[in-house]
């Protein structure tokens, strides 16, 4: 399963577009790459997956370049209630998900 | 379709005594997978459950052990408690196959005195 690495935290204000990049150089040619987002006390959401050049979906969207070793969520006009913490994972072992330490998203008014 | 469900919601046990954790998946899903949560450790995978068969384990002592039924709930139990077992436990189902995305219920918190 591929390591990824992702900034720990990042601060937004409400209305504005935040990215969110994850680094998977050891990406695997059949590994899906998926985003999950937690808030405190509750088990992880799913938010998106992709596997190669852009995915839309009513909450976000995932731009995966062409080498495929990086990736980028984008979450548009964040709110306050987008305040959490976004997990980027790579692959999967049958139903073993590997979480890094996530990504702290902090958005204030 | 309901969504993934684990009771009970709270635990307060104290030091060796064992716990038993229960999680209903979506229906349909055969695959069950378990996870510890704790502020330093962050989510640890514990292991797998596909079909009544244990298909992945993670790196937890044996006092960790997990069954899965004809209809796909699962349980697991801690046995002889310790402090470091205060965590919240989550469990997540989907189909099974390996891009399958995972549905995480909404964890059971289980505090060790």
């Known amino acids: 399963l591929a390591k990824t690495t992702q900034p720990i935290s990042m601060d937004s204000y409400e209305g504005q577009e935040v990215n969110i990049t994850c680094s998977h150089n050891?990406?695997?040619?059949?590994?899906?790459i998926t985003w999950y987002q937690q808030f405190p006390s509750q088990g992880p959401r799913f938010i998106i997956q992709g596997y190669k050049t852009k995915v839309t979906n009513e909450v976000a969207s995932l731009f995966i370049p062409a080498d495929r070793k990086s990736s980028t969520l984008s979450l548009p006009r964040v709110s306050l209630s987008d305040t959490a913490v976004y997990y980027c994972l790579v692959g999967a072992q049958g139903g073993k998900l590997i979480f890094g330490q996530g990504t702290e998203l902090s958005v204030k008014p | 379709k309901a969504g993934v469900t684990q009771t009970p919601r709270y635990l307060i046990k104290t030091r060796g005594q064992q716990v038993t954790l229960s999680c209903s998946p979506i229906?349909?899903?055969?695959?069950v997978s378990w996870y510890q949560q704790t502020p330093g450790q962050g989510l640890q995978f514990l292991f797998e459950y596909f079909s009544e068969t244990q298909r992945n384990k993670g790196n937890f002592p044996g006092r960790f052990s997990g069954r899965q039924f004809s209809n796909s709930r699962s349980e697991m139990n801690v046995s002889t408690l310790e402090l470091g077992d205060s965590a919240l436990y989550l469990c997540a189902s989907s189909p099974g196959r390996e891009s399958d995305i995972q549905y995480f219920g909404a964890g059971t918190r289980l505090s060790v005195l």
């Open positions: 050891n990406i695997a040619t059949n590994d899906y």
């Open positions: 229906s349909g899903h055969r695959s």
